[in-house]
């Protein structure tokens, strides 16, 4: 098998980060490139280690989104998962990562284990703050159960679970684009559902239309035959509603513009090859805090 090459690519991830801190992106896209290798130079290792490491509020998005992919993967399988299954598995899970990264079990495999922002940089949470988030990923499943959103395809056969949190891409303008639809499902139109743990934002409404082009891409899908529906999990008073599309020519044109400005920070285009010294850090210092880059960010 030859070496992974660094091929570029844009993502709504992406994006948000570049315009964040370009600081970080470089960290995060390039400096820790090859950083998996054993023989990387220790600056490069130590970059791949701070990019996987995850904040208490992206772990518990990541639990609730991987066990809702759970019950879904079972429910397209043909079994239902009671809810308080799914609430075991998910206290669990929590359980597990949680000593994971206070065990620095890391050390042992960075993919594999949990590693937090507040551990590696000794921010522990209090008992109260803690208890307080774990609460938040069991009542987001106990909210996915009463919103009843297995109701709205329970008629669908295996063919018709299309997407269960799957990484995908396609091509836009020659760009390879990413996305992550949580879940995708087929009935008389395409319906793609996103988890959300967090507050609803005015920024959803992007990323959800985003997800309008790539449902044309890889199904052939035209645009009154998708919906997309934000999922705001932390209320079960939810409106199950599919959110109003942004124009897609307006979306085109955005990504082309975010992918130039990623151009910009490069040496060489073909090759992916970035300048750090074309990554200046944020001006919002108050979010360096906060950074898991920071140890490199000096």
Known sequence: MGKLQNIFSWSVSRDRLFNECRRAYYYHYYGAWGGWERDAPESVRKAYLLKNMHSIDTWIGDVVHQTIKWVLENKAAG????????RIRIKEHLVRTWNQSKEKQ???????????FEHYYDRAPSQELLHDKIAKAVNSIDNFYKMKITDIFSGVGRDGFLSIDELDSFDLNGVKVYAVPDFAVKQDRYILFDWKTGKPSEKDRFQLSFYVLYAQ?????????????PVYLSSPDCVLAPVPVVDLNQV???VAESVQAMH???IDI??????????????F???????????LCV
């Open 217 to 229: 891409a890889k199904w052939r899908a035209a645009l009154d035959e998708v919906e997309v529906i």
């Open 285 to 295: 210092v108050k979010k360096c805090n906060f950074c898991r880059f920071r140890e």
């Open 264 to 266: 910009g920070i490069l």
């Open 79 to 86: 079994k239902d998962i009671a809810i308080d299954a799914a």
């Open 106 to 116: 890391w050390v042992n495999g960075i993919k594999q284990n949990l590693n937090l």
């Open 270 to 283: 073909a090759a992916n090859s970035a300048d750090m010294e074309r990554c200046p850090k944020t001006q």
């Open 252 to 254: 085109r044109q955005y």
